[in-house]
């Protein structure tokens, strides 16, 4: 089993930046993709960013909405995914879930999650 625990959301101003943390612990040998999904309220779950392992090294996503503002970096010291947030807009309030799995658990590609989810954070962006 894998458990996922997202930290570092929060409230920040347009144009400001939050960096969340996800640190995974337990049979971390399973882990071979992560990412990043929000769930604004009202809107449906939507894959933000994500790196996954491929045969000629990691391949990285962001989608569009984020691209150039958000940053997806691993530390494999700490077993840690972070999301760095710059530029942020209101747009981005959303609660931020942090998710992996093994290989052929998912495919980000297709929208489809991997097996772990962390429990969330809740980012928020205000005037």
């Known amino acids: 089993q894998v458990q996922l625990v997202e930290s570092g959301g929060g409230l920040a101003q347009p144009g400001g930046s939050l960096r969340l943390s996800c640190a995974a612990s337990?049979?971390?040998?399973?882990?071979?993709?992560m990412g990043w999904y929000r769930q604004a309220r009202g809107k449906q779950r939507e894959l933000v960013a994500a790196?996954?392992?491929?045969?000629?090294?990691?391949?990285?996503y962001y989608a569009d909405s984020v691209k150039g503002r958000f940053t997806i970096s691993r530390d494999n010291d700490k077993n840690t995914v972070y999301l760095q947030m710059n530029s942020l807009k209101p747009e981005d309030t959303a609660v931020y879930h942090c998710?992996?799995?093994?290989?052929?658990?998912?495919?980000?590609?297709?929208?489809?999650?991997?097996?772990?989810w962390g429990q969330g954070t809740q980012v928020s962006v205000f005037s």
């Open positions: 998710n992996g799995g093994p290989p052929g658990g998912g495919d980000y590609g297709l929208d489809i999650p991997y097996d772990y």
């Open positions: 337990g049979n971390i040998f399973n882990l071979h993709a």
């Open positions: 790196v996954t392992s491929g045969g000629s090294g990691d391949i990285i």
